[in-house]
């Protein structure tokens, strides 16, 4: 069931790519297409029937309790896309109302990863803890309407009392105490008489219904712990479902998106909105949220991987983190194109990786320059090049951007190719180097192979070459030769460390594998890729590297899509590989 829904998964996003590509290459130089869904039909009528006045707000409401992932950039791009196409506002609001597992980092974080995806929300950033007090008279409102009651039940007694799926809950025995006992006990609350977990205050609702949301939900709880944003001023804290539709009322939200699991709050959203008569009342759309096969996205989970150093934090190139993403070398272009691609749904789903990494493929293929980078290093020894003898070559930066200019690097007679570019024993139709084996030099000339030296364990550690002088620019005379390799000459070339990625988990759905253990929440740490990085330490990259900055990226020759990492040094370049030049996902790993 699970393997056949993600192979479905797969399939359609082979197929949207294949009609993509199609339809990209027809309407090349055409403005970007919508493509509609079924949000945008609800806002084109709304606005058909001058609903809010014509106007469409939404908010992206995150909660300030770890970095944003992947499925939040489609969330920010669904949110703030809209309002783009809408000519309307987006706002940025912090669902701040969980002050223990909250961090000001995380509000940092958050805000960079909006501005770098290109957006930028209207005003001011907005707390749902600004809305505090007024959440607070709103509260004292519902109590003195008969709608709401402080509740003594300890948290195993509330329990019992809830009920289940099947069966209805009881009433409390403090539902019907009277309006001033109930504004009392509030007050108490709020002066902090009582301890956590001794008193909530509790929507007036209906213990029998089959939504569990609507039996007498929490509304306010007891939390003894001082807030980011607030800091001691108060004990009691609104609860999410209370707190979100009455922050989107205050801030006039026309459209409240999000996603699927929250279907069944809905009522409530609209329950409290309409005892309390807000100035205006949002609609709660709900979609399917992305999950992305091969990793995970809950930040929950993340947190744990970084808390517990299976990754090396939250940027660490492996998570599909935003700052991941960022550090791995995606860009913001193929971030939103990945959003746009897989749209948005009331079905879940499980997208491809190979979505993702086509998206950023495509975006690096006409921006990024290209350079020659050998990433685990073999000597080659060109015997005919004379010691000291330097030759400048050069090559374009992009095979079809003149724009880019060129870039040129030496031959000299000592040069490195990679290790995989040579086989003592070639397979059938081999293109590389072998011996008594000719092979082209990307970019220079065609060189052929004589002998072999291996170190004492039988490993080759250097190759015996010559190289054909008639062959800079133009084939060799009277005979073929088909394969190209790249190179880099051993004086000038810049010492490199190279950091290989592959998926981060070895299952395609962690969490679902994980759930066959329910009685332990760490299962998902089982299918950790244990070879999710490889460090290549001693690559060579040309000289035309030297200078590079964080962030810029390139297309290594026959090897992929690189980024430079943070890390690097003036001694030594670090790059993060982003991604190979062919969809590894679909298994088909040889290099050209
Ligand atoms: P997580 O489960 O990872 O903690 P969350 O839903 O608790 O996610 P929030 O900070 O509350 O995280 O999310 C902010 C917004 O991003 C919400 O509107 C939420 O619906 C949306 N969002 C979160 N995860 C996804 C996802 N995987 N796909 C689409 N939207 C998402
Ligand atoms: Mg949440």
């Known amino acids: 069931m699970l393997s056949n829904s993600l192979k479905s998964a797969h399939l359609l996003s082979l197929l949207t790519e294949i009609i993509q590509t199609m339809s990209d290459t027809n309407t090349q130089t055409t403005e970007k297409k919508v493509i509609s869904n079924f949000i945008r039909h609800i806002i084109d009528e709304d606005m058909s029937q001058n609903k809010n006045g014509g106007k469409l707000i939404t908010r992206f409401p995150p909660e300030p309790n770890g970095y944003l992932h992947i499925g939040h950039a489609k969330s920010i791009c669904l949110n703030f896309g809209l309002a783009e196409d809408y000519n309307g506002m987006c706002n940025l609001r912090f669902d701040d109302t969980n002050p223990e597992k909250e961090d000001s980092e995380y509000i940092d974080s958050i805000m960079d990863d909006v501005k770098w995806l290109g957006y930028s929300w209207a005003g001011e950033v907005k707390y749902a803890s600004d809305y505090f007090a007024q959440l607070y008279a709103y509260a004292v409102q519902l109590i003195k309407q008969g709608q709401a009651y402080v509740c003594s039940l300890t948290a195993d007694e509330a329990r019992e009392y809830r009920g289940s799926l099947t069966q209805a809950g009881k009433n409390s025995p403090y539902r019907d105490q009277s309006v001033e006992q109930n504004l009392d006990l509030f007050e108490r609350m709020k002066q902090g008489e009582f301890n956590e977990g001794e008193r909530v205050l509790r929507a007036k609702i209906d213990m029998a219904s089959p939504n569990i949301n609507l039996r007498d939900p929490i509304i306010y709880r007891i939390r003894k712990v001082e807030h980011h944003q607030t800091g001691k001023e108060w004990c009691i804290y609104p609860m999410y479902d209370y707190t979100h539709c009455v922050s989107d009322a205050l801030e006039g939200i026309t459209h409240s998106l999000c996603t699927l699991e929250f279907e069944d709050h809905r009522p409530l959203y609209d329950w409290v909105l309409d005892q309390l008569q807000t100035p205006c009342h949002p609609q709660q759309i709900e979609f399917a949220r992305l999950n992305l096969n091969y990793t995970i996205t809950s930040k929950r989970k993340l947190k744990q991987l970084v808390d517990e150093n299976h990754i090396n934090g939250w940027d660490d190139p492996r998570l599909p983190t935003i700052s991941g993403l960022r550090r791995r070398g995606y860009t913001p272009a193929s971030i939103r194109e990945f959003s746009d691609r897989i749209g948005v749904t009331k079905v879940d789903g499980v997208v491809d990786m190979g979505t993702l990494e086509f998206c950023i493929r495509e975006d690096l293929e006409h921006t990024v320059a290209r350079a020659m980078c050998v990433i685990d290093p073999l000597k080659v020894v060109i015997e005919s090049f004379a010691d000291d003898a330097v030759e400048e070559l050069s090559a374009p930066r992009h095979p079809k951007d003149e724009s880019m200019g060129r870039r040129s690097f030496n031959m000299t007679r000592v040069i490195y190719i990679d290790q995989s570019d040579f086989e003592e024993v070639p397979p059938p139709k081999y293109r590389r180097l072998s011996v008594g084996k000719e092979v082209r030099l990307r970019n220079s000339y065609v060189i052929k192979c004589h002998a072999v030296i291996k170190d004492e364990q039988g490993k080759i550690i250097e190759l015996r070459c010559t190289h054909d002088t008639d062959t800079l620019g133009k084939k ?94 003036s001694d030594k370049l670090v790059f993060n590989r982003t991604v190979g030049l062919r969809d590894s996902w679909a298994k088909i790993g040889s290099k050209t």
């Open 476 to 569: 060799p005379e009277g005979r073929k030769v088909k394969g190209v390799i790249h190179w880099v000459s051993e004086k000038y070339s810049l010492p490199a460390e190279v950091r290989l990625y592959d998926r981060l988990f070895n299952e395609e759905n962690p969490d679902d594998a994980a759930k066959k253990h329910e009685d332990d929440n760490s299962h998902f740490l089982d299918f950790l890729n244990p070879d999710s990085l490889t460090i290549m330490a001693n690559a060579r990259a040309e000289m035309s590297l030297a200078g590079v900055q964080a962030g810029d990226s390139f297309q290594f020759e026959r090897e992929g899509y690189f980024t430079t990492d943070k890390d690097s040094t």
